[in-house]
């Protein structure tokens, strides 16, 4: 069909694991029809879990795109990965909607991932929803479900629907007010939306005191109704059941009448510029303007090779249209323009202002790319997600020698698809490290590397990325003199160094006087300065948050060279750190670990036994507990297999990067003791 920027819906689902978003995107599409029939997560026919390690272990990995027709709109749908160790992709997703549907088990009620995904999307200026799922299953109260949310994300939670016939129905509590439900009468719950509704402007709140509601004009109640959503003044509630499609059609009426198009949500954080110089800019969802599009997914497809999924903000993309890929200065021509359908691929004329669709074979492109086509809108980007940091790591060999290409290419396209996936290459070791959100994310990627391009590998746990600093101030000095023989090596640096704050990085700050160092050979200082940072003082590892200051020095008019400067600087900053406190810094991240309460005990002694401390526990539905605690990440090699092991397979655990902080004093003797520095010669 075709259609306009005013009748797209874009919706994310997402939530905590097992409160049947893919049920629930199956059953969306069958009632708009694009699908005949839902498919099931048991039978492994579901649009969105069509990779063969999501079918086998029966939960979504990735997002999954789809768009369905429903009553005159085009809703494209994301089905996100609901387990912690999937963040990148469901974040990602959300560079993409206007709104966020956030599901929730009527059953177990809200969890750790619930209140995650509703800070994401709140942080991120989305309209939001929730969708409690399950209601006619045994064991649901959707009373207490809806209780538990208004507790917990606030009163501005109000349903637009109630649970009917012990679930077997919902009937609307917005647009009528008679009834019964199994929440109560319906007038009740009626009363508070509109109340909550009208308050958010003066305007309709004085024509609904003067004249009640039936004075207020449809477009007044649906204008107030978006600034809401908007402005995070309400968070509607929707009940339904996706695997007997009680709630389906109406939760696509919703988001017919109710949910924002392209032109209504919040502006899209666009910047121009970098660093402290970007300033937002407007992108216009107009299908005429110059086009603005932003990648929001990668796919290394084996048939149409790199596939970048985006979102349209503004102007039109045709097929044969030129656009540039961020700042580059040659445009690619858009060959083919596909719409996605989970797995297929479905060939479009255009897309606009608003809408989702994929351009293939396109190796510029990457994760969060801008494409336009004039160099007017060079230089732009969107606000950066707030990705957590992947600090679980594994070193990967090839298993067979000859493959190291092919392991590199394989690591490098898996890379591009997962912004929480990262690969890097330690020089001091000379080792190839993954690094992703937990144990089973990067084991779901060894799993790829073998499926997916047949690359088999050897893997080992990684050296910690500690890294050094000081405590305290002090002065270095060096004079570096050689002389062979005609003209020799003269540089004399004087220099102090000063701790920064935490997280602070490096300064490095030029007070000579009088020219005792002359401009010319300050670079050389600060490279010499740079060869310790890179390669550290006392035990090896990168120096961070210091600021060296030189101060005086010397130098000769024939034999000052930079190649003295540079090792004169370097041994200075050496002589300051040693007489500055020197630390070795670990790396302390924030743990959560998932497993049935009567493990806790158990847990809460390993975690002790690691110099852990704990911030909190939170007791779940179905006797789950989720534990939270900061933790040096040196403790916690083999983590995965104690917790296997204490909780008989059923505990999981993802990490995110908190801050550093110095290593106790018998751990930096070790790590000193176990650096063998190379001595150059002076």
Request: negative net charge; contains cysteine; charged residues 25%.
């Amino acid at each position: 069909m075709s259609y306009s920027t005013e009748s797209i819906r874009n919706v994310a689902l997402a939530g905590h694991p097992g409160a049947g978003k893919t049920t629930l995107f199956e059953a969306l599409l069958q009632a708009g029809g694009a699908v005949q029939t839902a498919g099931t997560i048991e039978r492994g026919s579901t649009v969105s879990d069509f990779d063969p390690i999501e079918k086998q272990r029966g939960h979504s990995i990735d997002a999954a795109i789809a768009s369905t027709d429903h009553a005159g709109i085009h809703v494209n749908l994301i089905d996100t990965p609901g387990y912690p160790d999937f963040r990148g992709p469901t974040l990602s997703a959300l560079a993409a909607v206007e709104t966020v549907a956030v599901v929730v088990d009527a059953d177990s009620g809200v969890a750790y991932g619930t209140r995650r995904m509703m800070e994401h999307a709140k942080a991120r200026g989305l309209c939001r929803a929730i969708v409690v799922n399950k209601i006619d299953h045994e064991g649901a109260d959707p009373a207490r479900v809806l209780d538990a949310i208004r507790e917990s994300f606030g009163p501005e939670c109000l349903p637009l629907n109630l649970p009917a016939e012990r679930g077997q129905a919902v009937i609307d509590c917005f647009g009528a007010n008679q009834g019964d439900s199994d929440l109560g009468p319906v007038a009740d719950w009626h009363q508070k939306i509109i109340d909550q509704v009208v308050e958010i402007n003066e305007t309709v709140m004085e024509h609904y005191l003067d004249l009640g509601e039936g004075g207020l004009s449809g477009e007044e109640l649906h204008n107030a109704f978006e600034q809401c959503l908007r402005e995070g003044h309400l968070v509607p509630v929707l009940f339904c059941s996706a695997r007997s499609g009680v709630g389906v059609k109406e939760l696509l009426d919703v988001a017919e009448h109710l949910f924002p198009h392209p032109g209504e949500a919040n502006a899209p954080p666009f910047l121009k510029g970098v660093g402290e110089q970007a300033k937002p800019i407007l992108a216009v969802p107009n299908a005429k303007a110059h086009v603005i599009a932003d990648v929001f997914k990668i796919v290394n497809d084996p048939f149409v090779g790199k596939l970048g999924v985006f979102r349209v903000y503004q102007g039109t993309v045709r097929k044969d249209t030129q656009l540039f890929v961020d700042d580059g200065k040659k445009p690619f021509k858009v060959g083919h323009l596909f719409k996605l359908k989970g797995k297929d691929h479905v060939e479009i004329e255009q897309a606009i202002p608003g809408d989702i669709a994929a351009v293939a074979k396109v190796e510029e492109l990457h994760f969060d790319a801008v494409l336009h086509d004039s160099h007017d809108e060079d230089h732009i980007h969107l606000a950066p997600l707030n990705f957590p940091r992947p600090m679980f790591g594994l070193a990967v060999e090839a298993a067979s020698k000859g493959q190291e290409q092919k392991l590199a290419t394989a690591l490098h396209k898996l890379a591009e698809e997962d912004p929480c996936f990262h690969v890097e290459h330690e020089t001091e070791t000379n080792e190839t490290v993954i690094r992703g959100l937990s144990d089973l994310h990067l084991r779901i990627n060894i799993d790829r590397l073998k499926d997916k391009y047949s690359v088999e590998v050897k893997v080992r746990p990684p050296r910690i990325a500690y890294r050094e600093t000081v405590a305290g101030k002090a002065e270095g000095h060096h004079r570096h003199k050689k002389q062979t023989g005609g003209a020799g090596q003269f540089g004399e640096v004087f220099l102090r160094v000063e701790p920064l704050p935490r997280g602070g990085g490096f300064e490095f700050v030029d007070e000579v006087k009088g020219g005792t160092i002359p401009g010319q050979f300050l670079p050389a200082v600060e490279k010499g300065v740079r060869q310790v940072l890179h390669d550290g003082a006392v035990a090896g590892y990168p120096l961070q948050d210091v600021r060296v200051i030189v101060y005086d020095g010397k130098y000769h008019s024939v034999d000052s060279k930079e190649v003295a400067f540079v090792a004169a600087g370097k041994k200075a900053f050496l002589d300051a750190i040693g007489k500055a406190r020197p630390q070795v810094l670990e790396p302390i991240v924030e743990l959560e670990v998932n497993a049935p309460e009567q493990h806790m005990g158990d847990i809460s002694g390993g975690l002790a036994s690691k110099r852990a401390r704990i911030s909190g526990t939170d007791s779940m539905r179905g006797g789950e507990i989720v534990v939270r605690a900061q933790v040096p990440l040196s403790e916690l090699e083999g983590y995965a297999a104690e917790l296997k092991s204490v909780t008989a397979g059923r505990g999981r655990y993802s990490l995110d990067f908190s801050h550093y902080e110095p290593v106790p004093g018998h751990v930096q003797q070790k790590l000193v003791e176990a650096y063998k520095p190379r001595h150059e010669e002076d």
